[in-house]
């Protein structure tokens, strides 16, 4: 039987939660109160696992934190673990490279992974990435820099970019 951490930290977003496998690596996270409604979207087995509530993940904790009051590469210090093959792992992979602040369309982040002619597939990565804000899918745009989606809506999407280009704008 599968078990994971599962905890829930206050954020400017609202409620963030995170499910931390036995190897410390996250599993699936996202802006909700209710951390088994990420099990939903899990591989079998995890999608089964029991939930151990967790009030205090330390470092994932602080990293969090740290982010959201501007120090932006905190959350690389997190390993995070997906379930997916080839072209969505480095499109994954590529997406914890591209700096806070910046932005990349999805024909660019294409071209990041491996396959500059697979946009469709860099956009159906960003919909499949279950760590958003770990993995930061946020900072994928469209060609024409309109933001285009993102699971917990535009004005999250919106909020994480200005959110970085303001630490930026700080120094």
């Given at each position: 039987?599968?078990?994971m951490d599962a905890t829930t930290l206050p954020?400017?977003?609202?409620?963030?939660?995170?499910?931390?496998?036995?190897?410390?690596?996250?599993?699936?996270?996202?802006?909700?109160?209710?951390?088994?409604?990420?099990?939903?979207?899990?591989?079998?087995?995890?999608?089964?696992?029991?939930?151990?509530?967790?009030?205090?993940?330390?470092?994932?904790?602080?990293?969090?934190?740290?982010?959201?009051?501007?120090?932006?590469q905190a959350l690389q210090a997190i390993p995070?673990?997906?379930?997916?093959?080839?072209?969505?792992?480095?499109?994954?992979?590529?997406?914890?490279?591209?700096?806070?602040?910046?932005?990349?369309?999805?024909?660019?982040l294409a071209a990041m992974a491996g396959n500059?002619?697979?946009?469709?597939?860099?956009?159906?990565?960003?919909?499949?990435?279950?760590?958003?804000?770990?993995?930061?899918?946020?900072?994928?745009?469209?060609?024409?820099?309109?933001?285009?989606?993102?699971?917990?809506?535009?004005?999250?999407?919106?909020?994480?970019?200005?959110?970085?280009?303001?630490?930026?704008?700080?120094?």
């Open positions: 039987m599968n078990a954020t400017p977003l609202g409620p963030f939660s995170m499910l931390v496998d036995d190897d410390g690596a996250v599993r699936a996270a996202g802006f909700t109160v209710t951390p088994d409604s990420l099990l939903d979207e899990l591989p079998l087995p995890w999608r089964t696992a029991t939930l151990r509530a967790c009030h205090d993940l330390g470092a994932y904790r602080d990293a969090v934190r740290a982010y959201f009051v501007g120090d932006h995070v673990l997906q379930t997916g093959k080839g072209f969505r792992m480095r499109a994954w992979q590529a997406m914890r490279r591209i700096p806070p602040g910046a932005t990349v369309s999805y024909a660019q500059p002619r697979a946009a469709r597939a860099a956009g159906a990565a960003c919909a499949a990435n279950l760590v958003p804000l770990l993995v930061p899918c946020h900072r994928i745009i469209a060609s024409d820099g309109g933001l285009n989606h993102y699971y917990y809506g535009l004005s999250h999407k919106r909020w994480l970019l200005e959110h970085e280009k303001a630490a930026l704008a700080r120094g």
